[in-house]
């Protein structure tokens, strides 16, 4: 079974500046996506970025970015020029595919309340 | 606005009751997931259907059950409800599940109150 890690249950971080949030994940297959959700006041899950395991480059959206080790099974979120809006539960999460047919079912962290101050 | 829609927006009921969450997908999703959110489970996936028919299961109660139309929307029946039941339930869905990449769509949530 697939598990997934936030070791950080709360995080603050003053505007503009940048905070990294932690992710481990413990898997014995090689194949697989790794992603962050956000999920703001409204409760809406949104798709931040997500992190093939094949593909050794970190991905980036705008002020966010991911360092994902693969050997040492972590995937963390940098959120640069952190913004008022921000300010939301993160949760890592984790689903296999094999051979390019993707199981589907999302493994999530316990989740990392972000609070960006003014 | 993902595009998946979930009624009701609030629900609460009493131990012991039954009641059914509904769930419509993006137009030209095939498949649809349900998740559980609470503060004691946390974030947890409950089952998955794939053009009507079921494709896997995860730490669903067998007080709960789903199930998936022609029309694709979905319905989760939860019974004989604990007060431990009370949650948040997604629903999510996505085109086609055997993609190397599937990028699941939420809805807003049903928020289920179980006095």
């Known amino acids: 079974a697939q598990t997934v890690t936030q070791s950080q249950p709360e995080m603050s971080v003053q505007e503009a500046e940048t905070v990294t949030l932690s992710c481990t994940y413990d898997t014995s297959e090689s194949n697989y996506y790794l992603f962050w959700y956000k999920q703001p006041p409204s409760r809406q899950m949104i798709l931040v970025i997500r992190q093939e395991a094949y593909k050794q480059q970190n991905a980036t959206e705008n002020r966010f970015s991911v360092n994902f080790q693969k050997a040492a099974k972590s995937f963390s979120l940098k959120i640069s020029d952190s913004q008022l809006g921000d300010t939301a539960m993160y949760f890592c999460a984790f689903t296999l595919t094999a051979g390019g047919t993707s199981y589907g079912k999302l493994t999530f962290g316990q989740g990392t309340i972000l609070t960006v101050h003014p | 606005d993902s595009g998946v829609t979930q009624t009701p927006k609030h629900l609460i009921t009493a131990t012991g009751q039954r009641v059914t969450l509904r769930c419509s997908p993006r137009?030209?999703?095939?498949?649809v997931y349900w998740y559980q959110q609470s503060l004691d489970q946390g974030l947890q996936f409950l089952i998955q259907?794939?053009?009507?028919?079921?494709?896997a299961k995860g730490n669903i109660l067998e007080r709960f059950s789903a199930q998936q139309f022609p029309d694709l929307h979905s319905e989760l029946n939860l019974s004989s409800l604990e007060l431990g039941d009370s949650a948040l339930y997604f629903c999510?869905?996505?085109?086609?599940?055997?993609?190397?990449?599937?990028?699941?769509?939420f809805g807003p949530g049903t928020r289920l109150t179980v006095l």
């Open positions: 137009s030209g999703d095939l498949s």
């Open positions: 999510a869905s996505s085109y086609e599940y055997s993609l190397s990449y599937n990028e699941q769509f």
């Open positions: 259907y794939y053009n009507g028919e079921e494709r």
